[in-house]
């Protein structure tokens, strides 16, 4: 995205009359409005959160995904028996990694979490038009299925609340997103977010660092807001 406004800043060296350039303004104008979305503020229940965007509870066979940063533009998504049967998989399955035939504790069923996030992104990304998306906000001006982070905290939602109602979640709760920063302590951003009630702790599961497809990460609410992000996004400015 910075490429893009040093592009639209620099390139024409435009001036007013004053002698002022006059793109750069427009190019902070655009950025701040391509990020405004994710300055929301939490909203209580994942509910209301969907309620302020007028999208419906999701289901399996019909939901919407949201694109275009704010979900400016969704798609209806329909997933087939096979397909949830794949997803219902990862819940199930016995791995080398997971040496049960079911989640049996929180920290393992989070790990399951991710992977079906990534596989549902793949499966919804294919009907929307969204797998081109990639990690982070984009400029919208450049690729119309680009996902900003509101746009991914909708759709992650939407998988867990679909995960939930399959009794898929055995130890986590669904619950409102979460939102960090306001230029003060950094880039406003949102996520989804769960929550394990044993432990009375909530977790966030943030795939906006990602390309689409990806594991989504998931660690605690804490630590994700005290500016948490991937080493290998560090150094990458173009994620605003």
């Known amino acids: ?11 024409q060296g435009r001036r007013t009359l004053f002698g002022a350039d006059v ?3 427009l190019a902070l104008f655009l950025m701040a409005a391509s990020i405004s979305a994710c300055a929301a503020q939490r909203p209580e ?5 969907r309620d302020r965007y007028g999208l419906e509870a999701p289901e399996r066979h019909a939901f919407n995904l949201c694109f275009g940063h704010g979900c400016k533009h969704s798609a209806a998504v329909r997933l087939s028996d096979a397909q949830w049967a794949e997803v219902k998989t990862i819940f199930t399955d016995f791995s080398a990694d ?8 929180a920290r ?9 996030v990534a596989l549902l992104e793949s499966m919804a990304g294919e009907q929307a038009g969204t797998l081109s998306d990639k990690a982070g906000t984009g400029f919208p ?37 979460a939102t960090r920063g306001f230029f003060f302590r950094g880039w406003p951003h949102t996520t989804a977010a769960i929550f394990e009630p044993d432990s009375g702790k909530s977790y ?37």
């Open 1 to 11: 995205m910075w490429n893009s406004l040093r592009f639209l800043a620099l390139s």
């Open 23 to 25: 793109l750069w303004p």
């Open 108 to 116: 393992e069923e989070r790990v399951r979490i991710a992977r079906a």
């Open 204 to 240: 966030v599961v943030d795939s906006w660092f990602f390309d689409n497809g990806r594991a989504p990460v998931i660690l605690p609410l804490s630590q994700w807001q005290d500016g948490w992000q991937p080493q290998e996004t560090k150094t990458r400015a173009s994620l605003y």
């Open 98 to 105: 997971m040496p049960t035939d079911a989640a049996t504790s």
């Open 141 to 177: 001006l450049e690729n119309r299925y680009q996902l900003d982070c509101v746009d991914e905290a909708l759709n992650t939602t939407a998988y867990l609340a679909m995960m939930k109602q399959d009794g898929l979640l055995r130890f986590h709760d669904l619950r409102g997103p």
């Open 45 to 49: 229940h994942a509910d209301q959160f």
